[in-house]
């Protein structure tokens, strides 16, 4: 059972628009939601993060969007580059524990 | 600061086999997860090691065996090697007292043939 579902599976935008990815979640015990950006052959890296005491978080071009009723949230990345050509994952995480629950990846792509 | 390191970086195995991966963590940090990712799939949570212990595990067989040593390094094993076990192993670490967020490394690449 995938406890986070994402979408789109992926996504071709144009240099300079505002890609949305998007997560839910059925688990009300998460607290803790984290995005990574993942190139070929690297490890996921870590871009933002969200607890679900917020409704929006940004960092860079990078926001955060949350909905706590409808338990969902997304990636918004503003003025996107070629260089953000990358995969993205959703993530959450249960209180007291390190172990994240993924989405399934988002492959952007940034066409110059 | 190196940051987490995994080694190796590739590996080739043979249906059957038993493999090792290595991981070095953080700085600064004492807890560390494994994570298996397939191809175009998302990581899938192994199990956590905290304190020389398996302190958390996902839905995978006991095949998969881990430890961790007084320098909070950690090892994975897999034993009787399948073809489906073919994926990126990623080690991630954090500061267990913080519930900080997790660090990864660049994985090992393991193909079984």
């Known amino acids: 059972q995938q406890q986070v579902k994402q979408s789109p599976q992926s996504l071709i935008v144009q240099k300079g628009g505002i890609p949305i990815i998007n997560c839910a979640y059925e688990?009300?015990?998460?607290?803790?939601f984290p995005w990574y950006q993942q190139f070929p052959g690297k490890g996921p890296a870590l871009l933002i993060a969200i607890r679900p005491d917020v409704s929006e978080k940004k960092e860079g071009r990078f926001t955060i969007s949350f909905n706590k009723s409808a338990k969902q949230f997304s990636l918004h990345i503003m003025d996107s580059q070629p260089g953000d050509s990358a995969t993205y994952f959703c993530a959450a995480r249960v209180p007291g524990a390190n172990n994240l629950f993924f989405g399934t990846g988002t492959r952007l792509t940034v066409i110059p | 600061d190196a940051g987490v390191t995994q080694s190796p970086t590739h590996l080739i195995k043979t249906r059957g086999q038993q493999v090792t991966l290595r991981c070095s963590p953080k700085?600064?940090?004492?807890?560390v997860s494994w994570y298996q990712q397939a191809l175009g799939q998302g990581p899938q949570f192994i199990f956590q090691?905290?304190?020389?212990?398996?302190?958390q595990r996902g839905n995978f067989p006991d095949r998969f065996s881990g430890h961790q040593f007084p320098n909070y390094s950690s090892e994975l094993n897999v034993n009787a090697l399948l073809l489906g076990d073919s994926a990126l192993y990623l080690c991630?670490?954090?500061?267990?007292?913080?519930?900080?967020?997790?660090?990864f490394g660049q994985g090992t690449r393991l193909t079984v043939v």
């Open positions: 090691y905290y304190e020389e212990e398996e302190r």
């Open positions: 700085s600064g940090h004492d807890t």
């Open positions: 688990n009300t015990a998460f607290d803790y």
């Open positions: 991630a670490s954090s500061w267990d007292m913080g519930n900080t967020e997790a660090f």
